[in-house]
């Protein structure tokens, strides 16, 4: 799968990309939606194929770091009071 995220003002903003990413281009995957603590609206979208450039240059909103990994669980890792 292949990892991007946008950042946008509004959330309409978000759900029109979202659609046209889906219905115009036919991405396929999962987008994830939602509200940041800053008050922006993010979507990650994990395609399951390459999404082409020329198609990425035309997006409104923040090309923004995908954080975290798509299917891969949170490491359990404690550190010991020892350490």
Avoid: C
Wanted: glycine share 8%; aromatic share 10%; charged share 30%.
């Amino acid at each position: 799968m292949y990892s991007i995220a946008y950042e946008f003002e509004t959330e309409e903003e978000m759900q029109r990309v979202a659609d046209q990413l889906w219905n115009k281009h036919g991405i396929t995957g999962e987008f994830e939606m939602y509200k940041t603590g800053n008050g922006r609206f993010r979507l990650h979208i994990y395609s399951e194929k390459q999404i082409k450039d020329s198609v990425l240059d035309k997006l409104p909103g923040k090309n923004v770091q995908v954080k975290g990994s798509y299917g891969v669980p949170a490491p359990t890792e404690v550190l010991s009071e020892d350490d």
